[in-house]
């Protein structure tokens, strides 16, 4: 077990972050916080301190160190080293697409749609 190990390593090693520089651009845009303060990559992490980390879409992750570790392992090896104190994800509304069309059957060699005919599709895409 490490005595001393770097703050981007360890977040990178408990499997926060896909790599070690992905970790470290997170700490330096202030996304990786100690009790809401900034902090730098060669912070030495000791055992109790508690961070923040902000992803994308809002979400938040407060952990809680409870042992080092210095090389990447299994999750299941990776999870006994902090505690996970954060929120449930909320789940966002599902909004409609912009790019969905609703299926429009029309008669095959009929042409193509009449100005009146385009005007009652329209209707029909704006009320879905």
Do not use: C
Request: positive net charge.
């Amino acid at each position: 077990m490490e005595t001393q190990i770097r703050l981007d390593s360890y977040l990178w090693a408990i499997r926060m972050y896909k790599s070690r520089s992905l970790a470290s651009d997170a700490i330096k845009n202030n996304k990786v916080k100690l009790n809401d303060n900034p902090v730098k990559s060669s912070h030495v992490v000791k055992i109790g301190e508690v961070y923040t980390l902000s992803f994308p879409h809002a979400v938040k992750k407060i952990i809680e160190v409870t042992g080092l570790i210095s090389k990447r392992q299994s999750y299941e090896i990776a999870k006994e080293h902090y505690l996970d104190h954060s929120p449930p994800i909320e789940k966002l509304e599902k909004m409609a697409s912009v790019f969905f069309i609703p299926h429009i059957k029309r008669d095959r060699g009929t042409g193509r749609p009449t100005k009146k005919e385009r005007r009652d599709m329209n209707d029909f895409r704006e009320d879905v």
